[in-house]
């Protein structure tokens, strides 16, 4: 089947009371637009149309290349928008999936199962429908005795017998390319709106005689827009029990799922546990058998098994098995730390290489480091990296000691098995198994203290 989608992304979405256009606020870490988007690419889309008008520039470079755009300068209905895409999919042949760049929850199953109705059936057009307790705001699927659809009545132009029902419109079809264009040209705006609705080409098709389709989505969440900042709340609070009870059935204990947020994107390994204000963001993956949290934020993160993660901020990096991490650590990009390394409590790590079983215990900067194996650095430690200008290196050979409150100025090199002593300020290298000391001689001035030193002036 060949499919070309087109997403509706154009208005301004006055209700979000914001200068950033509506598709554009972030559910679950994502743009709305971005979201939808990646789901109908999953279903292996030939062409990919959004539809911009709003901050259509910002829409554009955000979504960078990943589908074509067409501006929609005046903003007069979904109609309207539609007819906008002819001259790019008016030679299309095949289905066009329909879809709003509003509506970030929708599925990959639910759309899988739309293009199935409209293949299976024949249709002209398939609409994607959902049974809703509260129909207010959606337009009503109308049919007829026999049960077929046979139009779409909106919210304002409903009678009370039509705005009963509680089938809606969830603003997504599949469509004949060939039946849909001919249908836009007979749109009126003759409605409450004053605009041309996409969804009058149902009526359109049934009285030429030709078959519109409905598929009923199981949960009617899928189809719900994002019109203002409550609604952008509930996606995301929707998105996260989705993925929530996604992990917890697949073998991951969530102490407290209210508390704990995770990207649809986020793999989370079996046995691991996440505990309350955990938020994994981006591509992370964390492996089995972990404890990740209280309090910790990782994003593009990659962990492995049996590690432990608490009170910590990481993004951009990657941590292998064993690993001991916090409390208070904050972990930067292009850090990786290999199996059974223990980071204590308020250290940053930033671009640096460090080994297996190697220790920062506490309270120490490490940047744009390679740090062999089984060192240990001492409370206080710095490597001092910028000199105003350039970043440079500092390099720590295995099994080195480096004592308390030591500054290892780059570029400079720690050999193996070398010891630093305590307060040292470290400017050439060291060899391997070489003690260094840089540090001022220590002067004693005896009885230098006297009653005259306290006395008030």
Partial sequence: MNIASLILAAGKGTRMKSKLPKVLHKVGGKAMVERVLETVQSLGTNKDVVIVGFGGDEVQSYL???AEFVRQEEQ?????????????LGQFDGTILLLCGDTPLVTKESLEALLKEHASSGAAATILTAHMPDPTGYGRIIRNEDGHVVRIVEQKDGTPEELAVQEVNTGMYAFNSKKLWPCLDQLSDDNAQGELYITDVVAILVNAGDKVSAYMTDNFEESLGVNSRLQLAEAESILKHRKNVELMTAGVTIIDPNSTYVAPEVTVGADTILHPGTMLEGNTIIGENCEIGPHTRLTN????????????????????????????????PNTVLHNDVHIGNFVEVKNSNVGVG??????????????GAGVNIGCGTITVNYDGKIKHRTIIGDGAF???????????????????????????????????????????KENWVTEDTFKKK
């Fill in 402 to 444: 480096v004592g308390c409150n030591s500054n290892l100025v780059a570029p400079v090199t720690i050999g193996n098995y070398s010891y630093v002593g305590a307060g040292s300020t470290i400017t050439k290298n060291v060899p391997d198994k070489a003690l260094a000391v840089g540090r001022s001689k220590q002067i004693v």
């Fill in 358 to 371: 190697t220790k920062f215990p506490h309270l120490s900067y490490i940047g744009d480091s390679d740090v």
């Fill in 301 to 332: 993160v990659t962990v492995g098994n049996h590690s432990i993660i608490h009170f910590t901020y990481g993004h951009d990096c990657e941590i292998k098995e064993g690993v001991d991490v916090g409390p208070y650590v904050h972990l930067r």
């Fill in 76 to 88: 007069n209905g979904t109609g309207h928008a539609v007819k906008m895409a002819e001259p790019v």
């Fill in 64 to 66: 960078d290349g990943r």
